[in-house]
T-cell receptor, first 111, second 113 residues
Framework: DVKVTQSSRYLVKRTGEKVFLECVQD?????MFWYRQDPGLGLRLIYF???????EKGDIPEGYSVSREKKERFSLILESASTNQTSMYLC??????????FGSGTRLTVV | QKEVEQNSGPLSVPEGAIASLNCTYS??????FFWYRQYSGKSPELIMS????GDKEDGRFTAQLNKASQYVSLLIRDSQPSDSATYLC?????????????FGAGTILRVKS
């Protein structure tokens, strides 16, 4: 089975900190995604990547950046964390023929 | 118009009944359709995928696709309390680059014992 691993299950950060969320997949998938999920708003796409060093903005990229130096790793960066970035962050990877496989999620609280 | 629409629910069904979850989508040339189940506090997990018109069965789950009417549904037979979760419909529009999926906001299902 595909495994998508997010490095942290829970994080608490202070306003203004730079935050790194790491995601690693073990199935050589080309496509990787970062979403945030908030009550009543569903899943919203932040950034996605279809190859190493390639990235595309999703629907809500403001305040975020990403890095994909290796195929298996896709990192989400909050340049200067703010309280409105408190959310559940979900990483996913996808093969050409199947749906997403999600990581277990990181619940980030910015205080 | 939202790209993928679902009734938010909650949909309440008694144990043993059939739960019917519906989803409509706006991109007529969408080609791949998925149903995810998400338990509270957990990440979504893929339970069904469907690509062609008609029905696809997997155990107690049946996915139905009607491209002409632009809807996809999920039937859960013999519903169990463990089926209580939020069900997300996801669609891959052919025009999209990078295999991005578009998700509905989800339907909350509650199965009462």
């Amino acid at each position: 089975d595909v495994k998508v691993t997010q490095s942290s299950r829970y994080l608490v950060k202070r306003t203004g900190e730079k935050v790194f969320l790491e995601c690693v997949q073990d199935m050589d998938h080309e496509n990787m995604f970062w979403y945030r999920q908030d009550p009543g708003l569903g899943l919203r796409l932040i950034y996605f990547s279809y190859d190493v060093k390639m990235k595309e903005k999703g629907d809500i990229p403001e305040g975020y950046s990403v890095s994909r130096e290796k195929k298996e790793r896709f990192s989400l960066i909050l340049e200067s964390a703010s309280t409105n970035q408190t959310s559940m962050y979900l990483c996913a990877s996808r093969s050409q023929t199947y749906g997403y496989t999600f990581g277990s999620g990181t619940r980030l609280t910015v205080v | 118009q939202k790209e993928v629409e679902q009734n938010s629910g909650p949909l309440s069904v008694p144990e043993g009944a059939i739960a019917s979850l519906n989803c409509t989508y706006s991109d007529r040339v969408s080609q791949s359709f998925f149903w995810y189940r998400q338990y509270s506090g957990k990440s979504p997990e893929l339970i069904m995928s469907i690509y062609s018109n008609g029905d696809k069965e997997d155990g107690r789950f049946t996915a139905q696709l009607n491209k002409a009417s632009q809807y996809v549904s999920l039937l859960i037979r013999d519903s169990q309390p463990s089926d209580s979760a939020t069900y997300l419909c996801a669609v891959k529009p052919r025009r999209e680059y990078g295999n991005k999926l578009v998700f509905g906001a989800g339907t909350i299902l509650r199965v009462k014992s």
